[in-house]
């Protein structure tokens, strides 16, 4: 079944690219929406799970656009720093851009701890669809 999902992202190359820019978007109107809730601190509030899913998602995504952009095997590190910075970059707009949002550094910690927990799923997807050469077997 996962293999099937890959395959036709990889096959139709636009449906990663749309996903990217729909999560993207998403993502950012999640964040930067002005909030009516005042700022709490609470380690195990499902503000950090969410966090962890929205940006492991964006990283597995972005993951799958750069596999279809080419028959080589993407460079994970790569992929995730720019999940982490995407994170990082969302707590300082919330910090520069007066919507009532509070930056809190376990923001980031749950966005960098979803966007390893992407390339451990990536590793293991690419792993199944690229040769040891780096290249792409579909």
């Not at 390893?116 to 792409?136: C, E, H, P, R």
């Amino acid at each position: 079944m996962v293999n099937k999902i890959i395959h036709f992202f990889l096959k139709y190359k636009h449906v990663p690219g749309a996903l990217l820019a729909l999560s993207t978007i998403l993502i950012l109107i999640v964040t930067l929406y002005p909030s009516t809730k005042s700022f709490s601190f609470n380690i195990w509030d499902y503000d950090k799970l969410g966090h962890f899913i929205m940006f492991g998602a964006w990283t597995f995504v972005y993951g799958l656009f750069r596999a279809s952009k080419n028959t080589r095997k993407p460079n994970l590190w790569i992929i995730f720093s720019l999940g982490s910075f995407y994170g990082l970059l969302i707590e300082l707009l919330q910090y520069v851009v007066p919507t009532n949002r509070n930056p809190e550094a376990l923001d980031v910690v749950a966005d960098i701890i979803g966007a390893l927990f992407a390339i451990i799923l990536l590793k293991f997807v690419f792993n199944s669809f690229y040769k040891k050469g780096s290249d792409l077997t579909t």
